[in-house]
Nanobody, 123 residues
């Protein structure tokens, strides 16, 4: 079973940037897609972005489109989430996850999850 380690979270001022990394313990090519999700206190988990492992096609939620960029490095078994123009409402724990058979931002599609990394955006 694949394990993920997210890193790169932290405290940043509004308008700042962070790059999150999601390192997989095995070949990502065994999976169809890798997604980033986030969960703020008292809120449901929200899909942020996903990327197809095979062809690199990407998808973003409306709330982050134009500000976040997802990318992958299959040789390093790592997926990145570059976050720019951060807002206080982006504050959440960010998780990466692997989808064996599909591609989308619904969390129920994903089979394996990391432990998350905290992102806090101050105003």
């Amino acid at each position: 079973q694949v394990q993920f380690v997210e890193s790169g979270g932290g405290l940043v001022q509004s308008g700042g940037s962070l790059r999150l990394s999601c390192a997989a313990s095995e070949l990502m090519t065994d999976y169809y897609a890798i997604g980033w999700f986030r969960q703020a206190p008292g809120k449901e988990r929200e899909g942020v972005s996903c990327i197809s492992v095979s062809d690199g096609s990407t998808y973003y939620s409306d709330s982050v489109k134009g500000r976040f960029t997802i990318s992958r490095d299959n040789a390093k078994n790592t997926v990145y989430l570059q976050m720019s123009s951060l807002k206080p409402e982006d504050t959440a724990v960010y998780y990466c996850a692997a989808d064996l058979a599909g591609y989308g931002l619904e969390s129920y599609l994903y089979d394996f999850w990391g432990q998350g990394t905290q992102v806090t955006v101050s105003s």
